[in-house]
């Protein structure tokens, strides 16, 4: 079986006997959020947290990029290739992805 393949098995294997579907497929979503993270630090596509503030700073000021909120994320905007999502909103969860070691047989490939 593919690394790949074994890392989802270990996460289904985790989840309670009673999971949904959609609980499930939110697990794997989370993992596959962790990994990506965890790679980018170890190939050191980070940034400063000096230059977060001051991207966060032009998202309140509306100077630069500004994530959407509310219904008008949902809302697909005209020309776009997306209709809205139709996904539940994910559980809040918090992650601590600076200071992280890798441990000797760890999922993350």
Not at 33 to 49: C, E, F, K, P, Y
Not at 96 to 102: D, H, K, Y
Request: glycine fraction near 8%; proline fraction near 9%.
């Amino acid at each position: 079986m593919s690394a790949i393949k074994e890392q989802m098995a270990e996460v289904i294997r985790k989840q309670p006997d009673d999971a949904s579907y959609e609980e499930i497929m939110r697990e794997l979503a989370f993992e596959q959020t962790i990994t990506r993270g965890l790679d980018d630090s170890w190939q050191g596509r980070v940034i400063s947290n000096e230059e977060l503030k001051r991207r966060i700073g032009e998202w309140q000021s509306g100077s630069g990029f500004r994530p959407r909120r509310g219904a008008a994320a949902r809302t697909p905007t005209p020309g776009s290739p997306r209709g809205p999502s139709r996904l539940k909103p994910l559980p809040q969860r918090r992650c601590a992805t600076f200071m992280v070691s890798r441990p000797p047989g760890s999922l993350v490939t």
